[in-house]
């Protein structure tokens, strides 16, 4: 596996941790908000399942950037994998949609720091 490809994964991994890390702070906010009586059973509840959606998606997506082989020459064929992988994986797993708008963003956003470090 080339640097290159190494960093961008490394640097996905990192973000979609960090993904992670605020989801389970939302998540903490409601179940204060519920023991503080500011939200009811139902909204806690309700928010507190879509959270937990969000959070298994997220986590099996880091599974599959874990498995990603070699045979992968850029952060571009990345890029392609992924969605391709990730459209299908949120249908079987019926994630949210919110998990594939996250991936997303976080593939854009890696591979365009990526560019940047390069023509630096």
Known sequence: MSDQIGLFLKMLREEIEE??????????????KFKNGEVSNYVYNENE????QEIAGLRRFL????????DVKTPEDIVILIGDVIKKKIK????PEAVYRII???????LRYLKLR???
């Not at 993904?19 to 204060?32: G, P, V």
């Not at 599974?63 to 070699?70: D, L, N, P, T």
């Open 63 to 70: 599974a599959f950037v874990a498995s990603i082989s070699s």
């Open 104 to 110: 997303n963003k976080k593939l854009e956003k890696t």
């Open 92 to 95: 079987d797993y019926e994630d």
């Open 118 to 120: 390069q023509n630096s």
């Open 49 to 52: 399942v879509f959270l937990a």
């Open 19 to 32: 993904s992670l890390d605020n989801i389970q702070y939302l998540a903490d906010s409601y179940e204060r």
